[in-house]
């Protein structure tokens, strides 16, 4: 569920030396695209938890190596030729233990964490809290946050205690599952591990059909 990288290289363009990365392609473009393309631009519950399933088993991948993203989002998250799920632009990506610098912003506005806002923490439960804004904006076709003003947005993020709504129309299960990621204090949010064991993620094969227990 990651962006393979398969080596790198260096080339010359009009007298300048560039260094060039060699990455898998994948053919079904981002969610982005999947949303901007589909019926009233959101998608529906059953492969809102395909998706959620897939960005998840990615970064329990990432986070066992001991990185954060650092940037998850819809243009982020890659599909490969068959539907599956991969995590691409590890641009912003760093170290889970390595030391801050003062209050660095890294990241989108509109998926970063209180704890980026307000401290700049940037630590694994940052990716989820973001999960969770990636989740609300599959599932309603808009941002988990409704504010254009940057400045009011990471007011409303970084101080007091309001989150995103969560969507009313998603099912019960669902509803609890972007609650787990979307707790202020990030040593209480729920981690990629817990949330693969969720209800909302755990009876959906990596196929994206449903599969029953007993």
């Known amino acids: 569920e990651i962006i393979q990288c398969y080596g790198d290289g260096?080339?010359?363009?009009?007298?300048?030396?560039?260094?060039?990365?060699?990455?898998?392609?994948?053919?079904?473009?981002?969610?982005?695209?999947?949303?901007?393309?589909?019926?009233?631009?959101?998608?529906?519950?059953?492969?809102?938890?395909?998706?959620?399933?897939g960005v998840l088993r990615g970064l329990r991948r990432v986070h066992e190596n001991g990185f954060v993203h650092c940037d998850i989002k819809l243009q982020n998250i890659l599909l490969g030729q068959d539907g599956a799920v991969k995590i691409g632009d590890f641009g912003l990506a760093k170290k889970d233990a390595a030391e801050k610098v003062g209050c660095e912003l890294r990241g989108t506005p509109l998926y970063m964490s209180p704890e980026m806002v307000a401290g700049g923490d940037q630590s694994s439960p940052a990716d989820i809290w973001a999960l969770g804004c990636l989740v609300?904006?599959?599932?309603?076709?808009?941002?988990?946050?409704?504010?254009?003003?940057?400045?009011?947005?990471?007011?409303?993020?970084?101080?007091?205690?309001?989150?995103?709504?969560?969507?009313?129309?998603?099912?019960?299960?669902?509803?609890?599952?972007?609650?787990?990621?979307?707790?202020?204090?990030?040593?209480?949010?729920?981690?990629?591990?817990?949330?693969?064991?969720?209800?909302?993620?755990?009876?959906?094969?990596?196929?994206?059909?449903?599969?029953?227990?007993?």
């Open 10 to 53: 260096h080339s010359f363009e009009n007298g300048e030396k560039l260094y060039n990365v060699f990455l898998e392609y994948a053919s079904g473009g981002t969610l982005a695209d999947k949303l901007n393309n589909s019926c009233d631009h959101r998608l529906p519950e059953d492969e809102v938890r395909r998706y959620t399933r």
């Open 136 to 214: 609300a904006e599959m599932f309603t076709g808009v941002p988990a946050w409704r504010c254009s003003d940057v400045a009011a947005l990471l007011m409303r993020i970084g101080v007091g205690d309001e989150v995103p709504e969560i969507p009313g129309k998603l099912s019960e299960e669902g509803k609890d599952f972007v609650g787990k990621c979307f707790v202020k204090d990030p040593k209480e949010r729920w981690t990629a591990e817990m949330l693969l064991d969720h209800p909302f993620v755990c009876d959906h094969d990596d196929r994206g059909t449903v599969t029953f227990k007993e």
